[in-house]
């Protein structure tokens, strides 16, 4: 049984006429009668009662019209999905993320790819921190991670999508609460409240770096999970914390200030990446709409 038969029987059928079903194929009369034939041999009965002033159902043809359409239809939905997929318009992409900013980032790509490609299918991973993120794209368990890395792995392709300004937060009622922009070694005597260390902690790693440049010994009164439960302790005046100016400008908490380091210090970059390797389509066509809707950093 072939695709070409059953277009012809449900042409013959809807016309119940041999020629206007032809004109609607675009063939031939003969070709469409030599299909009708062959369909009725393979199924063993007849699907029309053909005479010379009339083309009828019979029967067997009226309860093949409905297996007959579920095979066109069928048929067509294989073909938009295979050439959708091959376009990049089907499958599914996984992203993993970490870092306070990234979340809204994330939601605005989802929501952009659901609209311009709705075949894919977009699954969303919250890391706390950024290596793990980074770690499960090298392992090929996602395929898209959103973080802050100071060092990128081989075989790693990454776009910057911000760069970012150290900041210190600080109490209110803090001595530097008021000055605006400082230097590390203002903080000396100061406790801080820490992200917990682990390798790739970029902001762990910078803290303990200026704190070493300006010649004093840090002294970590709490480690915590999060940027938004230091901020929490911050303003408990625990502690102070190093931060990102994009958590400080989403953060409203009169109980908290952020001042600006004066340090030479390095921007942390927030950037997308995937492997340099991949071959998905659904992610190429994610990749692109990235580029389209995400901020470049200049």
């Not at 911050?234 to 990102?244: D, F, I, M, Y």
């Amino acid at each position: 049984m072939e695709i070409q038969q059953i277009r012809a029987f449900l042409a013959v059928a809807e016309e119940l006429h041999f020629g206007r079903a032809a004109e609607k194929l675009h063939m031939a009369q003969p070709p469409v009668s030599r299909s009708i034939q062959q369909l009725e041999r393979e199924l063993g009965t007849r699907l029309f009662d053909r005479s010379t002033r009339s083309v009828k159902l019979t029967g067997a043809g009226e309860a093949f019209i409905g297996p007959a359409t579920e095979i066109i239809d069928a048929t067509r939905r294989a073909s938009i999905a295979v050439h959708a997929a091959d376009k990049g318009e089907v499958g599914r992409v996984r992203v993993a993320y970490a870092g306070a900013s990234t979340h809204t980032l994330v939601g605005r790509l989802a929501r952009e790819v659901r609209r311009d490609h709705p075949g894919i299918q977009i699954e969303l991973f919250s890391q706390n921190f950024a290596q793990p993120a980074m770690d499960r794209v090298l392992s090929g368990d996602v395929d898209i991670a959103l973080g802050r890395w100071d060092y990128i792995a081989a075989g790693i392709e990454t776009r910057l999508l911000v760069a970012e300004d150290l900041v210190v937060a600080v109490p209110a009622s803090h001595r530097l609460a008021d000055a605006g922009e400082v230097r590390m070694a203002d903080f000396q005597g100061d406790t801080f409240v820490s992200l917990p260390p682990h390798a790739g902690a970029v902001l762990n790693d910078r803290l303990r770096r200026l704190t070493h440049a300006a010649g004093f010994e840090l002294e970590i009164v709490q480690i915590v999970p999060d940027s938004w439960t230091a901020l929490s302790l911050v303003a408990a005046e625990v502690g102070c914390t190093l931060t990102l100016s994009s958590v400080a400008e989403a953060v409203t908490d009169p109980h908290v200030r952020f001042v600006k380091l004066l340090d030479e210090t390095i921007p942390v970059e927030l950037r997308m990446a995937w492997r340099r390797d991949h071959t998905s389509p659904a992610l190429r066509a994610v990749l692109e709409l990235a580029e389209r809707i995400l901020p470049r950093a200049e």
